[in-house]
T-cell receptor, first 114, second 112 residues
Framework: NAGVTQTPKFRILKIGQSMTLQCTQDMNHNYMYWYRQDPGMGLKLIYYSVGAGITDKGEVPNGYNVSRSTTEDFPLRLELAAPSQTSVYFC?????????????FGNGTRLTVT | RKEVEQDPGPFNVPEGATVAFNCTYSNSASQSFFWYRQDCRKEPKLLMSVYSSGNEDGRFTAQLNRASQYISLLIRDSKLSDSATYLCVVNGLGDSNYQLIWGAGTKLIIKP
C-alpha cells in the first residue's frame, strides 16, 4: 500500500518558470490537501479538495492552482515561479474532514526558485 | 499573538529522562487538537490526538487545559528514537472542517 505519493522529490526552477507537483493516493480518501512548510514556520494550507471535481483555497493560494479530476490525483500547479515559492511542499489526504481524522502525508517536494 | 505557539527549543534531554512541552493556542472555540511528529527532512506523522480528559499512549501523555488554552505533551523514559520535532496542531477558525493551524514545532534531541 503506497499511501500518498508525491513527485518530484526535488526541483530547482528559474524565476518565471512553471511546473506541476504531482500527488496521488491509493487509500480512496475523499479529502486531499496541499501544504507548504517554510523554515521556522508552521505548515500553511495552499488548497484543499473534498472530493473529485471540488477544490477550494486555503490560507496561501496565490501563485498556485489545483485540479481534482479523480479521487486519486491532486496536482498542484505553479505558474510564473517566484523566489517566495521556495519551500517544502507536502500533499496529504484524509478519510474524513481533518478536524476528525489524521492526515496522511506524502514524502514532500523540496522546491527552490532562483 | 500567534494562533498556535510553541517553544522552538531545542530541548536537549538525556536518554531515559522525562520531558514535557506545552503549546498555547489563541482560539478559545477550537475543538480538535493533535500532536504530530516530524523527523528531519521527513513528512509529519500523527503522534496522538488530544482529548478533553487527557490521554495516554505508551510513554506519551497528552493533556488539554481549556481554561489556559494550552495543550501539553509528556514523554517518559525518553529514547534516542524520540529525537524529532513535535508539532502542535489545532483546528482553525471559520471553515474548521478543513483548516488546521500548525505550530512551528519544538525540537527535541535525546542524548545517550
Amino acid at each position: 500500500n503506497a499511501g500518498v505519493t508525491q513527485t518530484p522529490k526535488f526541483r530547482i526552477l528559474k524565476i518565471g518558470q512553471s511546473m506541476t507537483l504531482q500527488c496521488t493516493q491509493d487509500m480512496n480518501h475523499n479529502y486531499m490537501y496541499w501544504y507548504r512548510q517554510d523554515p521556522g514556520m508552521g505548515l500553511k494550507l495552499i488548497y484543499y479538495s473534498v472530493g473529485a471535481g471540488i477544490t477550494d483555497k486555503g490560507e496561501v493560494p496565490n501563485g498556485y492552482n489545483v485540479s481534482r479530476s479523480t479521487t486519486e490525483d491532486f496536482p498542484l500547479r505553479l505558474e510564473l515561479a517566484a523566489p517566495s515559492q521556495t519551500s517544502v511542499y507536502f500533499c496529504a489526504s484524509s478519510p474524513l474532514p481533518i478536524r476528525d481524522s489524521p492526515l496522511h502525508f506524502g514524502n514532500g517536494t523540496r522546491l527552490t526558485v532562483t | 499573538r500567534k494562533e498556535v505557539e510553541q517553544d522552538p527549543g531545542p530541548f536537549n534531554v538525556p536518554e531515559g529522562a522525562t520531558v514535557a512541552f506545552n503549546c498555547t493556542y489563541s482560539n478559545s472555540a477550537s475543538q480538535s487538537f493533535f500532536w504530530y511528529r516530524q523527523d528531519c527532512r521527513k513528512e509529519p506523522k500523527l503522534l496522538m490526538s488530544v482529548y478533553s480528559s487527557g490521554n495516554e499512549d505508551g510513554r506519551f501523555t497528552a493533556q488539554l487545559n481549556r481554561a489556559s488554552q494550552y495543550i501539553s505533551l509528556l514523554i517518559r523514559d525518553s529514547k534516542l528514537s524520540d529525537s524529532a520535532t513535535y508539532l502542535c496542531v489545532v483546528n482553525g477558525l471559520g471553515d474548521s472542517n478543513y483548516q488546521l493551524i500548525w505550530g512551528a514545532g519544538t525540537k527535541l534531541i535525546i542524548k545517550p
